[in-house]
């Protein structure tokens, strides 16, 4: 099966596309380093050209009020090409509870993406993922201040990049789900707690100080970022941390 992973260089992308071609498939790697440019356009029929199975991995260069722009213009190109190719299954990957935080700029135009694919011309998948693991280093230097880190108390399900790729490759290679598929890690952690434990295990003396209108999360109410009926992968994060 040929796929095109578009955004295939990243965190995710690149791992993807390894799970893909080790499993036998000849998946195919686009970016703006191989000259792909989703918002422009620039190279997108190449990339999705005799692909049965397109991947969307490309993210917004920013988290902010500019990233729905980002998410239209892409989607918008690449669902284009994807119908005129004869594209029979489109993936993107999500957030798990990205309907429930319309707070966020970032999170409201995820949700955009999502109603493009839906409305769209080709069958589709939407994987939503909990927090990575990867990201908590990023979520903490946000709040870092000298010796300290403030975090809110907020429910956290980290998940691995090695697991998210590897459900990622799972549904792109199956029939279409034309709905969500969620996966989330093992545990749920307040986030401060998480921090907590982060610092800890990496020998960092700082403190974390639980402070509920500190960084991005400060936005989300309860538990809407996890979900105990996901699919759930097998890391855990103090082995992802050893």
């Known amino acids: 099966m040929k796929i095109a ?29 191989t000259g792909v ?13 005799g692909a049965e199975v397109v991947v969307n991995l490309t993210n917004s260069p920013t988290f902010d009020d500019a990233s729905p722009a980002f998410f239209q213009a892409s989607m918008d190109n690449l669902l284009a090409a994807a119908r005129q190719a004869g594209t029979e299954h489109f993936v993107i990957l999500s957030i798990v509870g990205v309907d429930r935080v319309p ?12 109603e493009l694919l839906r409305r769209g011309p080709v069958p589709y ?18 709040t870092a201040d000298g010796d300290s ?12 990049a090695k697991d998210v790729a590897a459900a990622v490759a799972d549904v792109a290679v199956g029939a279409p789900l034309n709905g969500i598929r969620n ?23 700082r403190t974390v100080v639980t402070d509920p209108t500190a960084g991005m999360f400060a936005a989300v109410k309860g538990d809407v970022l996890t979900d105990k009926e996901a699919h759930l992968a097998p890391t855990r994060y103090t082995d992802w941390l050893a």
């Open 183 to 205: 996966i989330g890690g093992p545990d749920v952690f307040p986030l401060d707690e998480l921090g907590r434990l982060t610092l800890s295990r990496k020998g960092d003396g």
């Open 37 to 49: 440019d989703v918002v422009a356009g620039e190279g997108v029929d190449r990339a999705v050209q």
């Open 149 to 160: 880190v403030r975090l809110p108390a907020t429910p956290i399900q980290p998940i691995a």
């Open 5 to 33: 992973v578009i955004g295939g260089t990243g965190l995710i992308g690149s791992q993807v596309v390894e799970n893909l071609n080790a499993a036998g498939h000849r998946a195919v790697p686009h970016s703006l380093s």
């Open 125 to 142: 998948s939407i994987v939503r993922a909990t927090q990575f693991m990867e990201f908590m280093e990023a979520a903490m230097s946000w």
């Open 103 to 114: 707070e966020l700029d970032y999170y409201r135009a995820k949700l955009l993406q999502e």
